[in-house]
């Protein structure tokens, strides 16, 4: 898998932070997933945790056990180490979501903007599969990549103070949902029933890097139904292994 | 029982690790020298969770005996009105009072109790956390469960000097960023030789400084990991130290790292306080710091 040439800089004195080049790309995105799973297998004895992002990997080490510079020897080593052969199973998860007028603040207004009808804009959102780059921001943001050129559009100029829990939002060439109620500057155009973190259960997010999201547009009634059922806590995510 | 909320109280332990790949802060005191003294005081272990206070003191009924103690900023307390000193361990009995005055120093106190504070714990640490823990501050009329105490058996009273300096610091100690390199000479200049001063937008998440920094050319990066003492510069030229609630990731270039002491220190300061940032160069350096500052 050696195959990008990667930089190794201290974050703080207790992280070592790996770069990749400056792209967001689905290989990039491959070789973080391998590399970090092949760390967690060969390094997990003062290994805290690792962290992806799109084009880096954040590796905390147990300070009392080794030093920075032992750590960075070892991952230089383990990524030029041929590969073992790992399995890692992915899933694509499919997302309901409701796309109606009531939850999409700003659909009408981007149509306009864009010259298409809201029908097509449901459509480009709804056919890709999105790849799963990293969670951040919020605990359950999923960082998505590969919304639709003909989506890409500028945040708001103005954010809203109160994005609701599960608005599904793009802004420049991203697509997320809110996992809560927070700040939010994306432009909203629907709103999924489900529950992207869950404090009381292992592991919180359903979805990790690397797995992919497919959005459902689901109506306003299957939506409530859905909605019902996630929270009586019986409602089971439609999902697939792929790869 | 909390008679009176104050400004802003909440449960913090030495954070909950393990989770940012979920996007989970790290949270935890933000002044951990303080909150590892007042455990240590009570002969606690120094994970135990405390009680931080922030400027303005909450009023505590006691419903319950206990040994408490305070370190931190000094919020001129008292139990039943009577004064008290800071990092000085005291017998509390039922219905017994704890209140603050007027702020003398520093910015955050913190209560120990003997045993500590048994409140939720979420995801492995105690730490209030808005959407992981029920609630992010104390509120008027909730009761904190504390550890029971039994009162024949010990009345610890640990002498630990504590260090004047923390709270008097005018350097805080950093390290390079990941995107130093993205700053040109004058900018260096001008990051260590001018003195800042700190703004309005200041809390658990963030400080934000009052100094106008000239930008940069890339002023944006690719989104990647951020830690509490992450130094960012923003696009308009503002600077924002990260602190213990920060997200785990963002966009603005990373120009500088504070170390952990230094944290604790800015923890300590407000609006208008001024500092400079002291540049350490070595890691092996900051790597032996850290390990003392465990010791």
């Known amino acids: 898998m050696n195959l990008y040439k990667l930089t190794y800089k201290p974050l703080g004195s207790i992280a070592v932070l790996i770069q990749w080049p400056k792209k967001i790309e689905k290989d990039i995105l491959k070789n973080i997933i391998l590399f970090r799973h092949k760390i967690q297998v060969d390094m997990g004895e003062y290994v805290l945790e690792t962290v992806p992002t799109y084009n880096s990997l954040t590796v905390f080490f147990d300070t009392a056990r080794i030093k920075y510079s032992g750590v960075v020897a070892d991952l230089k080593e383990i990524y030029a180490s041929k590969d073992q052969k790992l399995l890692i199973a992915n899933k694509v998860w499919k997302i309901p979501v409701c796309y109606d007028d009531e939850f999409a603040l700003d659909l009408t207004v981007m149509a306009k903007a864009k010259k298409l009808k809201k029908e097509k804009i449901i459509a480009l959102h709804s056919e890709p599969l999105y790849d799963v780059y990293f969670i951040g921001f919020l605990p359950g943001f999923l960082y998505l990549g590969g919304l639709a050129e003909q989506l890409e559009y500028p945040r708001r100029d103005k954010p809203r103070m109160k994005v609701r829990k599960g608005d599904v939002a793009l802004a420049g060439n991203q697509t997320g949902i809110y996992p809560k109620e927070s700040p939010g500057g994306w432009n909203i155009i629907g709103n999924s029933p489900l529950s992207f973190f869950n404090v009381d259960i292992f592991p919180p997010c359903f979805a990790v890097a690397g797995d992919k999201v497919k959005f459902i547009p689901v109506d306003k009634v299957r939506y409530t139904a859905i909605k019902k059922e996630v929270e009586a806590g019986v409602y089971e995510i439609e999902s697939e292994i792929y790869g | ?295």
């Open chain 2, 1 to 295: 029982m909390i008679l009176a909320e104050g400004m802003h109280s909440s449960v913090q332990d030495l954070g909950r690790k393990g989770y940012r790949s979920f996007g989970v802060p790290i949270s935890g005191a933000m002044d951990k020298y303080s909150a590892i003294l007042a455990n240590k005081l009570l002969n606690n272990d120094e994970k135990l969770p405390v009680l931080e206070m922030t400027m303005i003191g909450p009023k505590i009924l006691f419903e319950d005996h206990s040994l408490i103690v305070l370190t931190g900023a000094d919020m001129s307390p008292e139990i039943n009105g009577a004064p008290i000193k800071m990092n000085h361990v005291y017998e509390v009995k039922t219905s017994d009072v704890l209140s603050f005055g007027s702020l003398v120093s520093g910015v955050r106190a913190y209560l120990g109790v003997k045993g500590g504070f048994l409140t939720e714990n979420k995801l492995k640490s105690y730490s209030y956390y808005e959407g992981i823990t029920s609630q992010e501050r104390i509120h008027k009329g909730d009761r904190l469960r504390i550890a029971t105490y039994d009162i024949n058996l010990e009345m610890t009273s640990s002498k630990i000097k504590v260090k004047t300096a923390h709270f008097e610091a005018r350097k805080l100690e950093v390290t390079k960023g990941p995107e130093f390199n993205r700053l040109t000479k004058k900018h260096r200049e001008l990051l260590f030789s001018k003195r800042f001063k700190i703004g309005g937008m200041n809390n658990r998440m963030g400080y934000q400084l009052k100094n106008k920094f000239p930008s940069i050319k890339d002023t944006e990066i690719i989104t990647s990991t951020t830690i509490p003492g992450t130094v960012q510069l923003t696009p308009s030229g503002t600077l924002i130290i990260l602190m213990r609630d920060c997200p785990t990731t963002g966009g603005y270039p990373r120009i500088l790292q504070l170390t952990d002491i230094a944290i604790n220190q800015l923890a300590q300061k407000k609006e208008n306080d001024v500092f400079k940032f002291d540049l350490e160069s070595s890691f092996d350096f900051l790597s032996r710091l850290v390990s003392r500052f465990k010791d």
